[in-house]
């Protein structure tokens, strides 16, 4: 592939006299994946399928990585590529739409896996219903495929984890969240955005962006939630932003419609696009840098204005670097935060109950 980048020979732009920003060399480590066992949602296509690219690539392999994505075909051709690589893989199983599928997949890789150092959720996607369409269980799509099935796959994933840490390396979750938690949500939740039935609101920004930015909101705040006690197991949670990357997820897909061939370029530099290895770059910087040992509830963001990375040292998830360091006002605020991870508890429960 002519744009196979990796580690420093991504564009990247940084000063290494100012504190903020770490060099290349920290960025792109990817020590920590050595001879570990990896979690990976959403490997088959996107930012996914460039991670995995990655990891055929890095000296430092994984022994084994175990995926989880929806389609059984695509599943075996990420496999295929990893295990000519030399790195062993298991499949599973499950349309993260569906908490039905991602508890019964959930049960399976507990029962299955009795190791896993690093779980990177990146599976999700920027629907573009112009409406409010419910998924089977009566919730908002966008709730369940990007955030509430994160939810589940912390919970039943986290003893497993803390099992697998080690006094020299502890355990890894790294989330795969979004600049738009800020750049369109403005770091506010509305919850009621994120209510089960037909009658909450879903107020458009572009087709789909607002609801979809909502629910990448709502991972940040869970994630800050939950980080204290995850990392009482000595499991760690951190999230990214991969920057503007267009890949297959149907917003994208949308936009490369829309916009004629002749102005692809014009449109691709406006938004600092990037290629899908080089969006890749956050994601796994929270799983392989040697940096990232015993830091939690932290936000990995190398820019999204510019195709170019800025290497800044991940910051507490409240903030913002790309917007000049501002706060999102709900991650930032523990009474809310504490709204959000009860009522996610209250929706976990009734769905773990529905389908014991
Ligand atoms: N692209 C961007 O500019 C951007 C920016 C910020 C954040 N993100 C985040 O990056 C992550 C990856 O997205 P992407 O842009 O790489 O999109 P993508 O090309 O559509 O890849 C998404 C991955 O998630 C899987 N997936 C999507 N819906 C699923 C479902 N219902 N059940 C199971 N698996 C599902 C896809 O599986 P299939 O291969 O079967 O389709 C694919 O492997 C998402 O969390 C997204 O929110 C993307």
């Given at each position: 592939?002519?744009?196979v980048k990796h580690g420093s020979e991504m564009p990247h732009?940084?000063?290494?006299?100012?504190?903020?920003?770490m060099s290349a060399e920290a960025a792109y480590d990817l020590s920590?994946l050595?001879?570990?066992?990896?979690?990976?949602?959403?490997?088959?296509?996107?930012?996914?399928?460039?991670?995995?690219e990655q990891l055929t690539l890095t000296d430092f392999?994984?022994?084994?990585?175990?995926?989880?994505?929806?389609?059984?075909?695509?599943?075996?051709?990420?496999?295929?590529?990893?295990?000519?690589?030399?790195?062993?893989?298991?499949?599973?199983?499950?349309?993260?739409?569906?908490?039905?599928?991602?508890?019964?997949?959930?049960?399976?890789?507990?029962?299955?896996?009795?190791?896993?150092?690093?779980?990177?959720?990146?599976?999700?996607?920027?629907?573009?219903?112009?409406?409010?369409?419910?998924?089977?269980?009566?919730?908002?799509?966008?709730?369940?495929?990007?955030?509430?099935?994160?939810?589940?796959?912390?919970?039943?994933?986290?003893?497993?984890?803390?099992?697998?840490?080690?006094?020299?390396?502890?355990?890894?979750?790294?989330?795969?969240?979004?600049?738009?938690?800020?750049?369109?949500?403005?770091?506010?939740?509305?919850?009621?955005?994120?209510?089960?039935?037909?009658?909450?609101?879903?107020?458009?920004?572009?087709?789909?962006?607002?609801?979809?930015?909502?629910?990448?909101?709502?991972?940040?705040?869970?994630?800050?939630?939950?980080?204290?006690?995850?990392?009482?197991?000595?499991?760690?949670?951190?999230?990214?932003?991969?920057?503007?990357?267009?890949?297959?997820?149907?917003?994208?897909?949308?936009?490369?419609?829309?916009?004629?061939?002749?102005?692809?370029?014009?449109?691709?530099?406006?938004?600092?696009?990037?290629?899908?290895n080089e969006?890749a770059a956050?994601?796994m910087h929270?799983?392989g840098a040697?940096?990232?040992?015993?830091?939690?509830?932290?936000?990995?963001?190398f820019?999204?204005?510019?195709?170019?990375h800025?290497l800044?040292?991940?910051?507490?998830?409240?903030?913002?670097?790309?917007?000049?360091?501002?706060?999102?006002?709900?991650?930032?605020?523990?009474?809310?935060?504490?709204?959000?991870?009860?009522?996610?508890?209250?929706?976990?429960?009734?769905?773990?109950?529905?389908?014991?």
């Amino acid at each position: 592939m002519a744009d196979v980048k990796h580690g420093s020979e991504m564009p990247h732009r940084t000063d290494p006299r100012d504190p903020k920003f770490m060099s290349a060399e920290a960025a792109y480590d990817l020590s920590n994946l050595s001879n570990k066992v990896l979690l990976f949602t959403g490997p088959t296509s996107g930012l996914g399928s460039g991670c995995m690219e990655q990891l055929t690539l890095t000296d430092f392999k994984p022994a084994k990585v175990i995926l989880v994505g929806r389609s059984a075909s695509k599943l075996a051709d990420t496999s295929k590529m990893l295990e000519s690589a030399g790195i062993l893989t298991s499949t599973y199983i499950a349309d993260v739409e569906k908490p039905k599928a991602v508890i019964q997949c959930c049960k399976q890789i507990v029962a299955d896996e009795p190791v896993i150092h690093i779980a990177a959720l990146n599976a999700g996607a920027w629907l573009t219903d112009k409406t409010r369409v419910m998924q089977e269980d009566g919730y908002e799509r966008h709730y369940c495929t990007n955030f509430l099935q994160m939810c589940l796959f912390i919970d039943y994933l986290a003893p497993t984890l803390s099992a697998s840490a080690t006094p020299s390396s502890r355990s890894r979750i790294a989330v795969m969240g979004s600049f738009t938690s800020f750049g369109m949500a403005k770091g506010n939740l509305a919850f009621e955005h994120l209510q089960k039935g037909q009658d909450g609101p879903y107020y458009l920004m572009q087709e789909g962006g607002y609801p979809y930015a909502q629910t990448k909101l709502a991972q940040h705040v869970y994630c800050k939630q939950v980080a204290p006690s995850l990392a009482a197991m000595n499991v760690d949670i951190n999230v990214a932003c991969p920057g503007s990357v267009p890949s297959n997820t149907p917003g994208w897909l949308n936009i490369k419609r829309k916009v004629p061939n002749c102005m692809w370029g014009c449109v691709w530099s406006m938004v600092g696009a990037r290629y899908l290895n080089e969006g890749a770059a956050t994601i796994m910087h929270l799983c392989g840098a040697a940096s990232m040992e015993g830091k939690s509830g932290k936000y990995a963001d190398f820019g999204y204005q510019h195709r170019y990375h800025r290497l800044t040292i991940p910051v507490d998830l409240e903030f913002y670097p790309s917007n000049k360091g501002k706060v999102a006002p709900t991650t930032a605020n523990p009474a809310l935060r504490d709204k959000l991870y009860a009522e996610t508890a209250d929706a976990m429960s009734a769905l773990k109950a529905k389908y014991a």
